[in-house]
């Protein structure tokens, strides 16, 4: 098979896993409405109203999306160098809470040219940070997906304790605002249609680094190295690849990443940060980068869609639980997860066919 065949069937098999995902989330939702005794599709006409019907509920998805684009690119990171990042809440959560309180801690007069990119970095190095713990003990031989699990607990239990101990207001679960210049502006700045949503300039920062990222990784060393071990870590380890500090690499980048979503919380939405803010977009992001298939668009139509359900569930809250939209997501894991390698299947053996002939 030449190398343009295989891309071809690569990316054949992605569009056929994605419309096979989405197509199966359509009829678990039309299913539930069904029998949570409503309508499919007046319940399908409102939540579009509210999401994809109005500008205001266009600015809301988006809002939406924007930290899952961070924590897609994570987990998809971690996943090109076999490894599982399931602790992208708790770095999250960690990074957030250092951007809150450090914002808050700049002196007032501190310029945004200073306090933007400033903060940038404490967010990447507070969620490498805490990603380290994992990224060590990988080294060791414990598996990534316990250590992660356990160091989000740890991080729900620090962050409380941090605010408890005088990091948050008194009487209150936030921090003070961050100093006004460290705020990202509203994209209803530049479009006006925008007006009333939450979304912001993060989303236009979050885009760009999903596509400079994904630009990087392929034609690094360190990027194809860590595709490599994912592959056959023995022969990289007899062929001179330092296994473990590329896995390592992987791990602390993945953890780098899913702290800059804040951004598109702390600093583009609120301007301080209170318990709780973000949570869930961490378990989320492993099913954007699951659907997203490593590819700029695949995350980016992930991150909608399932920033669209988080949306469309407050939209239809008054017929049918929000919750319905989680058993939604966790289909869509499923179904792509299981016609994945079902759909590839058959398009390799198609090609054979063809071939044949």
């Known amino acids: 098979m030449s190398a343009r065949t295989a891309t071809r069937l690569a990316l054949e098999a992605d569009i056929w896993t994605i419309a096979a995902g989405t197509a199966v989330a359509q009829i678990a939702f039309a299913t539930l409405v069904w029998l949570y005794g409503d309508s499919p599709r007046a319940m399908t006409m409102l939540m579009v109203e509210g999401t994809w019907g109005s500008a205001y509920g266009i600015g809301q998805v988006m809002f939406k999306a924007t930290p899952l684009l961070f924590t897609g690119l994570a987990v998809h990171v971690g996943l090109r160098a076999g490894l599982f990042n399931v602790g992208a809440e708790g770095q999250l959560a960690v990074a957030s809470l250092a951007v809150g309180a450090i914002g808050a801690w700049l002196p007032a007069s501190t310029p945004a040219l200073v306090a933007v990119p400033l903060l940038v970095v404490v967010a990447g190095c507070v969620g490498a940070s805490w990603a380290a713990p994992a990224a060590l003990l990988r080294a060791v031989g414990a598996h990534e997906v ?19 101990l005088g990091l948050a207001q008194k009487g209150a679960v936030r921090t003070p605002d961050v100093v006004p210049h460290a705020r990202l502006a509203r994209l209803d700045r530049l479009i006006p249609s925008f007006e009333g949503s939450a979304v912001s300039t993060a989303v236009l920062i979050g885009v760009a680094t999903v596509a400079i990222t994904l630009w990087i990784l392929p034609r690094s060393r360190a990027g194809r190295e860590q595709e490599l071990v994912a592959k056959n870590d ?39 940060y209170e318990q709780g803010l973000g949570a869930g977009a961490g378990f ?23 920033g669209t359900l988080a949306q469309g569930g407050l939209a239809i809250n008054a017929h049918v639980p929000a919750e319905v939209m989680e058993v939604i997501q966790g289909v869509v894991i499923v179904a792509v997860a299981l016609g994945d390698a079902r759909i590839r299947s058959w398009l390799t053996s198609k090609l054979v066919v063809l071939g044949a002939r």
């Open 146 to 164: 316990i250590s992660t699990i356990l160091l989000n607990r740890v991080a729900a239990a620090l962050v409380g304790l941090l605010l408890g």
């Open 234 to 272: 023995e022969a990289c380890f007899v062929e001179g690849i330092p296994v473990a500090w590329r896995r390592a690499q992987a791990l602390l980048v993945s953890g780098a990443l899913a702290g800059l979503a804040s951004l598109g919380t702390v600093l583009g939405y609120k301007g301080y």
């Open 284 to 306: 989320a992001g492993l099913a954007v980068a699951i659907l997203g298939r490593g590819r700029l668009l695949g995350i980016v139509f992930a991150a909608l869609l399932f």
